[in-house]
């Protein structure tokens, strides 16, 4: 059946750039698009089934019946499109298609902007105009990441907190109780775990089946617009996760969408990821990667996202993940030589439309040049979480107490690698969930020692060069696990410890933001000097983080044992009295108030490899930042 007028809504320029994989803002074209047509309103439908028979719409007012209202096909395309006048915001439908096969069956649109409340899964007819934006001091503000201090606090939208009866509150209640507690706490970006439409709870959201529609459990599109909105208001920045890797079997989604393999690949040893089971999309079909490229613009143009956490890089990068019997690529290697390509095209065109996103890769192997420029051979990310310093960082972390000195190479080895890449450093939830413990549950020794522990290492991690990056919870001390289902254990604020670790959450965020030696050279070699790697015996280090200007300089002790030491030298580059400047074990954080002097003064005696040197106390289990007093230069008299 063919329509004479199609051409009008499907332009032949729209039809070409979309199989050359270069129709970049494919949701202005397919979906469900409220428009006018002869001066009358209604809706024009646009999908691609290229291998369908016939493609209906159905829906209420049809008694959703997919012999009536049948889609015209554009010819040579394999797209199919009609419009339907009458028909308003908030109409809910499903696709009906039948295959080659003679099967008939309802499919989600891939394009839908808005879903039905699961379990239903009809796609609804939702308008994305109509919001008035608030933010753009914010977004005309917006510079390369780099030399800022970026700490970002993650959260999953369903259990940072619930609603009585354990109701989900809406995006437009949590901007009322989430932007003020992350403005108290200090973190200048959230990230968001994935919001795109998704059937199973338990998934998190990283088993989509409706990729440009933003999840109904937390409201109507406008009420995300509302979230994004409020945040950057109040000077905060918003981070999705977002999962290209791998979409849901669910029957109603992406999988076998004509009656054939179409979003995924043909070869089931290609499609199939066993450990989660799910569906590889097939990053060798231009329109694949039309449609993948399109939807990261979607978030960031329609809902003002700052960037992406692009999940699961390594299971598209590498066609033996998870696979015993894995395919090869053309040369006979493992490498999915198809997704590598995507991905440097992806990030290609996001900083050509958006210069400043953050891109940011959870990729787990030793894969090089990650953040690299795509023209110069990386995949063109601007970050990449630092999975080997969380790794190495956590293990020491459980180590108990006697045998640390002989782990020590695990503080000691991942500086050998921290700017081969540009680093986010993440304690993500994947760390605190199934088994794994929450982060103050993994410390050795007793109660008050276990609130050291975490306290040392959050010290840690914001002296580390590197972004950083906190899961819900861990700025508090939750004690057990993350669990999916509920809320925080908000109670726990009423008990001092945890009352005073989140404090301490706090007073670190601020001494971060003020000090450029923890942020402004971090993805250079120059922002970072060891000062002490090689006390295994009493599980010491110790480093120097650097800023730009000389005064910019930071001396950081850590004593990962649960013993003082009293006297300990320390090798400085420079003379001059140095001051405390920053206590883990500070009383009013929950630590022991063990006294520190707060001044100590540099020796013409070389230590460490340095030609100066001091001599201070450590804390038990404890990091300490000291600073090196600059008197000021004095003026200049003119002459009279």
């Known amino acids: 059946m063919s329509e004479p007028s199609w051409a009008q809504a499907v332009s032949k320029t729209d039809v070409y750039l979309f199989h050359e994989g270069t129709l970049y803002q494919s949701y202005r074209t397919f979906g469900a698009h409220l428009t006018e047509e002869n001066g009358r309103p209604g809706v024009r439908f646009t999908v691609w089934a290229p291998n369908a028979c016939q493609v209906s719409i159905v829906s209420d007012w049809n008694g959703w019946r997919g012999d009536r209202d049948v889609l015209y096909k554009i010819p040579d395309s394999g797209i199919w499109t009609r419009f339907f006048p009458g028909i308003d915001d908030g109409t809910f439908y499903k696709l009906a298609i039948a295959a080659a096969d003679g099967t008939t ?17 009809a796609s609804v007819v939702a308008r994305l105009d109509g919001y008035d934006w608030g933010d753009a001091a914010w977004t005309e503000s917006r510079k390369p990441p780099y030399q800022k201090p970026i700490s970002i606090y993650e959260i999953h939208f369903g259990t940072w907190r619930q609603a009585e009866a354990g109701r989900f509150y809406t995006y437009r209640e949590m901007a009322d109780l989430l932007i003020p507690y992350v403005k108290e706490m200090g973190y200048t970006h959230i990230e968001i775990m994935p919001l795109a439409e998704h059937p199973y709870d338990l998934s998190w959201g990283y088993q989509a089946t409706g990729y440009f529609a933003p999840t109904s459990r937390y409201g109507k599109p406008q009420d995300l617009m509302y ?26 989604g992406l999988r076998r969408f004509d009656g054939t393999p179409l979003f995924e690949y043909g070869d089931p040893a290609k499609a199939e990821k066993p450990g989660w089971g799910t569906l590889s999309f097939d990053f060798g079909k231009p329109e694949v990667r039309s449609f993948l490229i399109s939807n ?21 990068l590498r066609l033996d993940f998870e696979k015993s019997d894995a395919p090869r690529n053309e040369y006979g290697g493992v490498e999915n030589l198809e997704a590598i390509k995507f991905l440097r095209q992806l990030n ?25 420029p795509a023209h110069d051979g990386g995949l063109g990310f601007n970050y990449k979480w630092n999975m080997g310093w969380m790794n190495d960082t956590l293990d020491y972390i459980e180590t108990p107490f006697a045998d640390r000195p002989g782990r020590h190479h695990l503080l000691t080895f991942p500086v050998w690698y921290a700017y081969s890449e540009n ?54 001390g939750q004690f057990i696990e993350w669990r999916d289902q509920a ?127 001091l001599v201070l106390s450590l804390p038990p289990l404890s990091m300490t930042v000291w600073k090196r007093k600059v008197s000021p230069k004095p003026k200049r008299r003119g002459r009279r």
């Open 296 to 316: 990261a613009l979607y978030w960031l143009e329609m809902y003002h996202f700052d960037g992406l956490r692009v999940d699961a890089v390594t299971s598209m």
């Open 423 to 476: 680093y986010a450093l993440p304690l993500s939830h994947d760390e605190v969930v199934h088994g794994k413990k929450s982060l103050l549950d993994k410390m050795p020794g007793e109660y008050e020692q276990k609130f050291a522990g975490l306290r040392l290492l959050l010290g840690y991690q914001f002296t580390f060069p590197g972004k950083k990056l906190i899961f819900m919870g861990g700025e508090f």
């Open 487 to 613: 809320e925080l254990d908000w109670f726990l604020l009423d008990y001092e410890a945890h009352r005073l670790m989140r404090g301490y959450s706090a007073a670190l965020n601020r001494f971060y933001l003020r000090e450029p030696a923890l942020w402004q050279l971090d993805h250079e070699p120059d922002g970072y000097q060891w000062i002490n790697p090689h006390d295994a015996g009493q599980s010491v280090i110790g480093y120097m983080r650097k800023g730009k200007r000389k005064e910019d300089q930071l001396l950081v002790l850590f004593n990962f044992q649960p013993a003082e030491r009293p006297v300990y030298r320390v090798g400085v580059p420079l003379p001059g009295r140095y001051e405390l400047v920053f206590n883990s074990d500070d009383a009013g954080f929950g630590g022991s108030g063990y006294p520190l002097k707060p001044v100590a003064a540099g020796e013409r005696l070389s230590w460490h490899e340095q030609p100066y040197s």
């Open 348 to 372: 290609t065109i996001v900083f050509r439309y958006f210069p400043h996103a953050l891109m940011m890769a959870e990729e787990s192997s030793a894969w090089p040049m990650v953040t690299a």
């Open 105 to 121: 069956f309802l499919k989600a649109d891939p394009y839908a902007f808005h879903a039905e409340v699961r379990p239903q899964t």
């Open 227 to 252: 979230f994004v909105d409020r945040c950057h208001q109040a000077g905060i920045g918003v981070l999705l996760d977002w999962v290209p890797g791998h979409f849901a079997k669910d029957a109603h």
